[in-house]
């Protein structure tokens, strides 16, 4: 399977994502905050750092659940600007 190349776009919202899990983790360990939300470390230090732009909704809405953050808010500190 090929994978569709991101738009800058998509990659803009992956950073965003990643940016608002790191202000919400806040003093948290990666290892704990994946535990609690069933994710590897791996897989959140790669959110966390742009390299997986777009996770699964699954994955965000338990990182969501783990650090207490609504996903209206997620939805809205990281969907695509509107002009």
């Known amino acids: 399977m090929v994978r569709t190349p991101l738009t800058p776009e998509e990659r803009e919202r992956g950073e965003r994502l990643g ?4 202000e919400a983790r806040g ?3 990666m290892v704990e905050v994946a535990a609690s939300a069933g994710l590897s470390a791996e897989t959140l230090r ?15 809405a338990a990182l969501a659940e783990a650090l207490g953050l609504s ?4 939805l809205r500190r ?5 002009a």
């Open 71 to 74: 996903l209206d808010d997620v």
């Open 19 to 22: 940016a608002l899990l790191r």
């Open 78 to 82: 990281c969907a695509f600007a509107v």
């Open 46 to 60: 790669k959110i966390e750092t742009g390299r997986a732009p777009t996770p699964a909704f699954f994955t965000v």
């Open 27 to 29: 003093g948290r360990s």
